[in-house]
């Protein structure tokens, strides 16, 4: 064991003393000099930060990617050039050049106009998994995560070393899992391309050694159906990215399941961004960077859990894609409303699957290539970015197993450790900022530094907070909302006798009904829209009967468990009408005394 695993460890024991100090980031984790500029911009006023690339973490070099040889394609018979409308002019296009390798998975063949099909995603992830269950050690399976609105087996790749394939199997080897989603949006092929590049690699390709260190679940293409439609969101026109604390999709639930049973320790969701688009019309311009990137950036996260998603994560792949000439930047989007100017990061809402992997104790990235409205063109580029982007995670996760093997239950005990006291925030916003933005000029091709109205999500903006509860109460009525709950891994109990507790009723002081809002303008939700309410508390002897539900706040998941259950954000049970009355819930603020058992 390193030193630095020993200062840990012993700073682990030192946490269940409660009177014990935080201990200091760069102490525990890293005998290199500290990385003192934060790159969030300051909350109190804006300014103008430029991109860094930061030099304090040092890791071993990552190598170029490389994937394993492959039988050349069919002969290609592709459009003709002159026949193919660009989107943007040629000069644009000359500044993505194809990378080095070419990738050859079914979607990719010369000549080809569709990309791998729900059927040849099987067919591939099988044969991925028969050749790694033929070498000694190795446990692969391909697993039934769910099934879409029209019928399609969302699957997973599971590949460990490990006596099974099972959880249970995985967690027993004590090595870190990643897990691996791409094509939550239908129109955003690059990623799942990219996935099956990664499955094959690491089943029996140049990445396998990775397995002696880490585990990974890969799901190529979490919604099939709005695959085959070419579409963002889900058969039922929702989009599955904004329900990822609601579960009301059958797509989000398979997710939901896989983390809840496998524990990722790191999750990478893989996206396309809109490359011309409503820039173009509002700013001018088209997109530039090959990959925009980010981590959870939403309330109430472990400090520790940022710091490690920042410095051993986000810096190293930065750099990574930089020596393989692949240009990055924040993730980014602007709304669909041509009026307004302003660009935001990725949200601060607990919907996104970065936000709630990152509110379940994960290191959760969003990686976004430059694909959306553009087609085929220039995918190779695009499929190569996200290989290099996931790999470098993985090589990442791998240099860090040990430590992020202490990390991970540090921080679920902290989480853990806050309940019945402390402050939680219950509503946190972007801080409004300016930014040196570089895009590109649709005809030159030249390059385009606009100053631009910028809503960081590094630097949170606290709107509401309250006292943490010990618990929830809930109704014995809120079945759905208890259903939900234990999908996402939380421990939800039933009273097994009545008694009374001191608690927070809530009592509504405002409402209005409308559709979820996010960056990007209103969130396509079906025909669903939210309740948003305020509230105020009235503290009191609550009256509970045998039946109803507790939900400890004493648990890894108490932080999300806040986000699903005060009830005055947009993103709530309550504002979705998980839970149909404020009556079916109440904060309980003094440890219960009555009898509690376990559901089955
Ligand atoms: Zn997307």
Redesign the pocket.
Known sequence: MTKLALSLGATVLMLGCASSPMPEWNSIFSARPAATTPPSPQPSRPAIVAQTVPQAIAVAPLPEVKVSPVAPPPPATPMPLQDQPLPYSAAVASRFPPPPITYSTPGLQGGRNTYTSQSEIQAWLRAQATAAGGVPGLAAAVIPAGTSQRGETIEALVLARATGTDPAALLANGRPTVFLVGQ??GN?PAGSEALLVMSRELAQGLLRSLLDRINVVIVPRANPDGASADR?ETANGVDM?RDHLLLNTPEAQALAKLTRDYHPTVAIDA???TVAGRFLEKFGTVQKFDALLQYATTANLPEFLTKASEEWYRRPLVAALKTQGLSTEWYYTTSSDLADKKISMGGTLADTGRNVEGLKNAVSLLV?TRG?GIGRLHIQRRVHTQVAAMTNVLNSTAQRASELSQLRPYIDKEVAGLACRNAAVVEAGPTPAQYELTMLDPVTGADKTLVVNWDSALALQTIKTRARPCGYWLSASSSTAVERLRLQGVQVQRLAEAGSVLGDNYRETSRTVSERQDVRGTIADGNNKAVKVEVGLARGLIEVPRGSYYVPLNQPLGNLVIAALEPDTQSSFFANQLIDDLKNTARVMAPPAFRLEDLP
């Open positions: 939550q949006h955003e963002r990215n996206h396309e961004y976004e959306v």
